[in-house]
């Protein structure tokens, strides 16, 4: 959609009567029904009396298009201006220019990102060449006129306000790469951008191009299907194996078969293999030329998917961050506007009132924009009172919107080395459903240890990581988690401490999206919203002091006032029942993010008793099978 768009002729004329800015407003209320912000009014009034000034003197012909706020299809995001033309050759041209009023920045060590004060604090930001690379990127991958109209884009980002200081951060040699892509004018350069924008349209007949890009279908180009596929194969973390690969397949063909609205439910606890078959569906899906996104409410998760996906080829990796989206961003996207959104960790998704989401029910807008919703969940991993992701209310509200329901059940465990045994111990033990595994799991297939202190978890956890495997700390929201603003933005403050063995460790750094790839990130400890729906191969849980267990009753409970997270237990002060029951889920889901291991640490020493105790029938049974196998092979000699 395009909030703006005019000749440049016209462009000019607005500029020099100052109609310009309520032109762009009261086109952004038209068009996206909400006033436009203070902030933006000022951007527009500032950096459009710059790029009339480019425009006018770069002498490109009247009829040249100019786009202003084009919001990317898909996405939140919008391309701040667009000139669309023809060159001396005849070819039709499009030019993305990114706009920023900054004055100053500083480089940092992290790839294509820098640091700029905005919004009245410095800001971690993607370099503006970078920013405007990856919104042409996105139009090349999913806009189909690009693809098909032959239109040939190219993009720039102009600092109209910045000095060129020397030496000058923005252009530090780690992101020579990314301006040779996409080149970066400072304010000294008005000339040169002027010249850029000659040479791609100046020839003009442009206002053409402006309808073919707006109007465009979304669908992913050949080229994208070409990219993603390479990503997936010889990829060992996506592999299909078994009910994996039925319920795959059970995915494409519906998906691809859209006669009518349809809602799927794929469930499964830990380890059955969720993710890896959600994301399988997205690479299949895209082959199938559908327009499709993989959706999860996780920020860390969705970067650790990408992350896993690429791989080696860190370079492609924004191409692939374009087809992932968290769950709040469709509450006002048109109906049936996706043709798939696949959805993992829906037990996540949100209602009215959660954090940074405008919208009713996250279900709903999920439902109501795509053809076809596929919802990948688990309801006993629930873990806040806001999480409302349920199968019944994914059923209730897929009838609402008269969308056909299809379930799905993955049964067979992928995780803990296929230990199902010690999942179903688990729940057994922590009192959250009986099972036949009252008396322990095959012990030969997964490592479980109860140890005395939370420093020799650390320490087993750093001698797993030393020979090879994925390991990581993890621990119950028992500790308060110091803000970034009182000096914590990446993980500065010893957090979670335990005076009785002398053990501090930060919680993960909030800056540290990669926390559970990054090697720092064996030296923080990560939380459930860390690392829901990842694994390792090793993990080392404490279990603070916020689950307890009562001798008397003989009950495992929650204590309100040592359960950190408040929205975690926001509302539930009187209803410990049901705090318990979201406690017990979260420490569920950290132990079972290993797939060979788990060392575990218990602060509460009645709930450490309790396990000890459950342990000990454990070992009672392993010691009688050993003693009936001796005696069976006398009696058979």
């Given at each position: 959609m395009i909030i703006?768009?005019?000749?440049?002729?016209?462009?000019?004329?607005?500029?020099?009567?100052?109609?310009?800015?309520?032109?762009?407003?009261?086109?952004?209320?038209?068009?996206?029904?909400?006033?436009?912000?203070?902030g933006e009014i000022r951007a527009w009034n500032n950096s459009m009396q710059f790029m009339e000034r480019v425009i006018r003197n770069s002498g490109i012909a009247d009829d040249c298009g100019i786009m202003i706020e084009y919001n990317i299809p898909a996405t939140s995001k919008r391309v701040d201006f667009i000139v669309t033309g023809q060159d001396d050759a005849g070819n039709n041209n499009c030019i993305i220019v990114e706009l920023k009023q900054w004055d100053s920045a500083q480089a940092t060590d992290r790839e294509d990102v820098v640091l700029a004060y905005v919004g009245g604090k410095e800001r971690e930001m993607t370099h503006p060449s970078y920013q405007a690379w990856s919104y042409r990127q996105h139009l090349e991958d999913m806009n189909e006129a690009i693809q098909s109209q032959n239109i040939h884009s190219y993009s720039c980002s102009y600092l109209h306000n910045y000095r060129t200081p020397q030496p000058d951060p923005l252009q530090n040699q780690q992101y020579h790469s990314i301006i040779k892509k996409s080149p970066l004018f400072l304010s000294e350069d008005t000339i040169k951008l002027q010249e850029f924008i000659h040479k791609h349209t100046g020839k003009g007949?442009?206002?053409?191009?402006?309808?073919?890009?707006?109007?465009g279908k979304i669908r992913p180009s050949k080229k994208l299907i070409e990219h993603i596929d390479g990503l997936f194969k010889?990829?060992?973390?996506?592999?299909?194996?078994?009910?994996?690969?039925?319920?795959?397949?059970?995915?494409?063909?519906?998906?691809?078969?859209?006669?009518?609205?349809?809602?799927?439910?794929?469930?499964?606890?830990?380890?059955?293999?969720?993710?890896?078959?959600?994301?399988?569906?997205?690479?299949?899906?895209?082959?199938?030329?559908?327009?499709?996104?993989?959706?999860?409410?996780?920020?860390?998760?969705?970067?650790?998917?990408v992350e896993t996906l690429v791989k080696q080829q860190t370079k492609n990796k924004s191409r692939a961050r374009g087809l992932f989206a968290g769950s709040g961003q469709f509450y006002n996207s048109p109906a049936d506007f996706f043709d798939v959104l696949v959805v993992d960790e829906a037990?996540?998704?949100?209602?009215?009132?959660?954090?940074?989401?405008?919208?009713?029910?996250?279900?709903?807008?999920?439902i109501k924009s795509s053809k076809v919703n596929v919802f990948f969940i688990d309801d006993n991993q629930r873990i806040r009172p806001d999480d409302?992701?349920?199968?019944?209310?994914?059923?209730?509200?897929?009838?609402?919107?008269?969308?056909?329901?299809?379930?799905?059940?993955?049964?067979?465990?992928?995780?803990?080395?296929?230990?199902?045994?010690?999942?179903?111990?688990?729940?057994?033990?922590?009192?959250?459903?009986?099972?036949?595994?009252?008396?322990?799991?095959?012990?030969?297939?997964?490592?479980?240890?109860?140890?005395?202190?939370?420093?020799?978890?650390?320490?087993?956890?750093?001698?797993?990581?030393?020979?090879?495997?994925?390991?990581?700390?993890?621990?119950?929201?028992?500790?308060?988690?110091?803000?970034?603003?009182?000096?914590?933005?990446?993980?500065?403050?010893?957090?979670?401490?335990?005076?009785?063995?002398?053990?501090?460790?930060?919680?993960?750094?909030?800056?540290?999206s990669t926390w559970a790839l990054d090697?720092?990130?064996?030296?923080?400890?990560?939380?459930?919203?860390?690392?829901?729906?990842?694994?390792?191969?090793?993990?080392?849980?404490?279990?603070g002091n916020d689950l307890k267990y009562d001798p008397q009753s003989m009950r495992i409970y929650a204590d309100f006032e040592e359960y950190k997270d408040k929205q975690g237990k926001k509302g539930l002060k009187n209803d410990n029942d049901q705090l318990t029951k979201l406690i017990k889920n979260i420490y569920k889901v950290l132990i079972s993010r290993g797939m060979k291991g788990c060392f575990l640490y218990c602060r509460n020493p009645e709930l450490r008793n309790y396990i000890i105790g459950q342990l000990g029938k454990v070992i009672l049974l392993e010691t009688t099978k050993e003693y009936d196998a001796v005696v069976s092979s006398y009696t058979e000699q």
């Open positions: 703006y768009s005019s000749s440049a002729l016209e462009f000019r004329e607005k500029v020099d009567s100052n109609l310009l800015t309520i032109s762009i407003e009261e086109a952004f209320i038209r068009k996206m029904g909400m006033r436009p912000s203070r007949n442009g206002i053409n191009l402006l309808y073919l890009i707006e109007n010889g990829n060992s973390e996506f592999i299909l194996l078994d009910e994996q690969k039925i319920a795959y397949e059970s995915i494409i063909s519906e998906a691809t078969e859209i006669t009518n609205k349809k809602t799927l439910i794929v469930k499964g606890g830990p380890g059955t293999g969720k993710s890896v078959i959600s994301m399988n569906a997205l690479g299949g899906l895209l082959k199938k030329k559908l327009n499709v996104k993989f959706v999860a409410p996780n920020a860390s998760f969705r970067t650790a998917m037990h996540r998704l949100k209602g009215k009132g959660a954090y940074m989401y405008q919208g009713v029910n996250q279900i709903e807008d999920i409302i992701g349920t199968v019944e209310e994914i059923k209730r509200i897929a009838e609402i919107n008269h969308s056909q329901v299809f379930e799905y059940t993955l049964s067979a465990q992928f995780r803990c080395s296929g230990a199902e045994g010690f999942l179903n111990w688990i729940d057994h033990i922590f009192q959250i459903r009986e099972t036949g595994n009252f008396d322990g799991w095959d012990q030969d297939a997964f490592q479980f240890l109860l140890m005395d202190d939370p420093n020799s978890v650390y320490e087993l956890i750093k001698e797993k990581v030393s020979e090879g495997y994925k390991a990581r700390m993890l621990a119950g929201y028992a500790w308060e988690w110091t803000n970034a603003k009182d000096g914590n933005p990446n993980g500065e403050i010893e957090d979670v401490v335990i005076l009785e063995h002398d053990f501090k460790m930060p919680w993960n750094g909030r800056s540290l090697e720092r990130g064996l030296e923080q400890i990560g939380c459930v919203h860390t690392s829901q729906g990842l694994e390792f191969d090793y993990v080392g849980v404490i279990i």
